[in-house]
């Protein structure tokens, strides 16, 4: 940045570009993890979620997409063969801002995590 230049950014440059490719394998990654060979437990899902989008969210951040507000959002529930069905609606830069989620099962929970990412003009 030239010094006394404006630093008025509204939109960001290409390589702090919110990417959700780069996003969802975090989440992948870190999801596996935490919750490989984990049993459903009631008493210790919200723990669980609240350390897993804790986790993810630093991941990202380390990831520098600066001036991006994140929004991590984690959802585990008991496998009990039944379907669920997850929309969110947001107002938003469809230039700019972005999402990236990814869905783990295995036979006692399965967990779904979105990370939004809305740049801050």
């Known amino acids: ?34 919750l490989s060979g984990v049993q459903y437990d009631p008493e210790s899902v919200p723990e669980l979620t609240r350390s897993l989008a804790e986790c993810i969210k630093d991941k990202v951040k380390d990831e520098g997409f600066d001036r ?32 990236a989620e990814d869905v783990f099962m295995n036979d006692s929970l399965f967990c779904v995590v979105t990370v939004f990412g809305s740049y801050y003009y």
């Not at 390589?15 to 990654?29: D, S």
């Not at 529930?77 to 969110?88: D, F, H, N």
């Open 1 to 34: 940045m030239v010094e006394g230049s404006d630093s008025y950014l509204i939109r960001p440059n290409h390589h702090h570009k919110f990417k959700p490719a780069i996003i969802k394998e975090y989440i992948h990654e870190i999801v596996r993890e935490h």
């Open 68 to 99: 991006y507000k994140l929004i991590v959002q984690v959802l585990i529930g008991e496998q009990r063969g039944q379907g669920v069905k997850m929309s969110s609606r947001c107002l938003w830069d469809a230039d700019t801002d972005n999402y």
